[in-house]
């Protein structure tokens, strides 16, 4: 699966620079980080509803495009499959699986716990205004 999630980043690499009228990559690039935010948002509620629905085939379309989405938002900032893959093998390497690192301080050797202010901020993304673009 990296492989072609790999081979889709360096698609969408390529693509920033083409036309926005013909390619989808390139418009997502002029519109920004917050379009890009919205596109990744909404896909993965797609996805979520799909599965609840029970609907296998529809989950499996959506996650595509999940991937897809997911991809351009890395490019856009700067990170690359790879930078994932180790922060996954990371916690495997740590806890014998890729699963998110545990919340509770039980459970984890104790480090300096991040002030207030270094949280993220919360941003607003693209509003719902416009019609969706195809
Ligand atoms: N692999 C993909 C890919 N996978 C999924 N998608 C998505 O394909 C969906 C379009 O299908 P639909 O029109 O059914 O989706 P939609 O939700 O109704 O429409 P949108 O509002 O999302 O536009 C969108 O959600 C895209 O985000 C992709 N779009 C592009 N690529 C690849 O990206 C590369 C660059 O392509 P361009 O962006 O066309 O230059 C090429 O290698 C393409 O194959």
Do not use: C, F
Request: hydrophobic share 40%; glycine share 4%.
């Amino acid at each position: 699966m990296s492989d072609s999630l790999e081979r889709l980043y360096l698609a969408v690499l390529a693509a920033r620079d083409l036309d926005p009228e013909t390619s989808r990559t390139a418009r997502l690039y002029q519109r920004g980080p917050s379009k890009m935010a919205k596109k990744l948002a909404e896909e993965a509620i797609e996805v979520a509803i799909d599965a609840v629905n029970g609907d296998s085939q529809a989950v499996i379309r959506e996650s595509a495009d999940l991937l897809y989405n997911l991809t351009v938002l890395w490019a856009s900032a700067g990170v690359r499959p790879e930078d994932v893959w180790r922060e996954m093998s990371r916690r495997e390497d740590m806890l014998g699986i890729a699963e998110k690192l545990p919340k509770s301080p039980m459970k984890l050797p104790k480090v300096a716990s991040p002030s207030i202010s270094s949280r993220r901020p919360i941003v607003a993304l693209e509003g719902r205004a416009a019609r969706k673009r195809h």
